[in-house]
């Protein structure tokens, strides 16, 4: 893939990030094919060229080609894959059997089955020959299809692939950096969902920016920790994979994950929260994994403890901050 030129790309899922990087690649004058699994979904899309419940008052670029036949993805240079991470491992079955994809970009913050599975672990499993990347940053879909301007990073092991990568998305007011450490970039997408969710829980209780900023800071040692523990590069979570989405994602009213914490501090169950909710909030799934993979590491995860505490109705909210804020006294 050496040299910039217009690219044929598929995007592998029609939700709203979906739709945001297929309507940013077709800005930047490539050719997007999206593909969604539901029919409906996809003839309301082709007629409209809008999503009034993903993206708002947003008109996508007329030039986007849209389908639910996933073999109509074959042969395109690249493909982004854009689904729930619950999805992923049906996702990657039915691109080894109807697309076979030479290069592989993943946008998807969380982990793959029932652990600590990486996006790039699944690949490297299920497309050993994929060349693969992932995609990750504050970047809250209808901010991006409305232009405003946006800072990402992409990694991957193949430098040139990061780089072309890197080109082919940069463009107006969306900028992509890269690096090597894929890992720490997935970390960094999965696990500052549940940072955000406990700071919804904080909105949701009433408070203010002291108790936010304290959590937050928290909130990235304990990222930290947990990567480093899994071999990611501590440097990463002080860049937009972690410390830039973790704030974005724990701020904007926008961000699925702070939605969700919001409603939890107003005292409101988790599945009256989720039957509400048309779009996934990959923290909900994330924040029990972390916890039970964190007790296998022996590393200390306060707050995605809390968290799950109170997603399982386990302690209240307030119950959680007594909990927290009781912990012994030590050094930052």
């Given at each position: 893939?050496a040299?910039?030129?217009?690219r044929?790309?598929?995007v592998?899922g029609?939700g709203?990030?979906g ?5 940013l690649l077709?800005?930047n ?16 899309l ?7 419940e993903r993206l708002?008052g ?5 030039k986007i ?19 729930k991470?619950?999805?992923?491992e049906?996702?990657l079955q039915r691109l ?6 030479r290069?592989?970009?993943s ?10 599975k990486?996006?790039s672990?699944a ?6 020959s ?5 995609l990750?940053g ?6 991006v299809?409305?232009?405003i ?8 092991e193949d430098?040139?692939f ?12 969306f ?7 894929v890992?720490g970039v ?15 829980i ?15 800071t928290?909130?990235?040692r304990?990222?930290?920790?947990f990567?480093?523990a ?6 990463t979570?002080?860049?937009?994979a972690?410390?830039?989405?973790m704030?974005?994602?724990?701020f904007?009213?926008?961000s699925?994950?702070r939605?969700v914490?919001e409603?939890l ?5 988790i599945d ?6 048309k779009m996934?909030a990959?923290?909900v ?5 972390v916890?039970?993979?964190?007790k296998?590491?022996?590393v200390?995860?306060?707050?995605t403890?809390?968290?799950?505490k109170i997603?399982e109705g ?13 912990r ?5």
């Amino acid at each position: 893939m050496a040299g910039f030129q217009k690219r044929a790309v598929g995007v592998i899922g029609g939700g709203a990030w979906g739709l945001a990087l297929a309507h940013l690649l077709t800005e930047n004058g490539h050719e997007v094919l999206v593909w969604d699994r539901r029919a409906d979904r996809i003839e309301n899309l082709k007629r409209f060229h809008r999503d009034d419940e993903r993206l708002p008052g947003v008109q996508l670029n007329p030039k986007i080609s849209y389908t639910y036949v996933l073999r109509d993805l074959e042969g395109l240079d690249f493909h982004v894959l854009v689904v729930k991470s619950g999805a992923v491992e049906e996702m990657l079955q039915r691109l080894r059997e109807e697309v076979r994809p030479r290069y592989l970009v993943s946008a998807v913050k969380g982990f793959v089955g029932d652990g600590i599975k990486t996006v790039s672990m699944a690949v490297k499993e299920m497309l050993p020959s994929t060349v693969y990347a992932v995609l990750s940053g504050p970047s809250i879909a209808l901010e991006v299809v409305r232009g405003i301007p946006t800072s990402v990073v992409v990694a991957s092991e193949d430098i040139n692939f990061a780089f072309e990568i890197q080109r082919i998305f940069s463009g107006g007011n969306f900028r992509v950096y890269r690096q090597r450490d894929v890992l720490g970039v997935e970390l960094g997408g999965a696990l500052k969902n549940v940072i955000a969710i406990a700071a919804g829980i904080s909105d949701g209780l009433g408070f203010a920016t002291n108790s936010k900023g304290a959590l937050l800071t928290r909130g990235l040692r304990e990222m930290v920790r947990f990567g480093v523990a899994l071999g990611a590069q501590k440097d990463t979570f002080f860049g937009l994979a972690g410390m830039g989405d973790m704030i974005t994602t724990s701020f904007s009213k926008n961000s699925r994950n702070r939605y969700v914490g919001e409603r939890l501090g107003k005292g409101e169950s988790i599945d009256t929260i989720l039957d509400d909710m048309k779009m996934v909030a990959e923290g909900v799934r994330t924040a029990p994994l972390v916890f039970n993979e964190a007790k296998r590491l022996n590393v200390e995860v306060p707050i995605t403890e809390a968290v799950v505490k109170i997603i399982e109705g386990e302690i209240s909210p307030l119950q959680a901050l007594e909990e927290l804020m009781r912990r012994p006294l030590k050094d930052e």
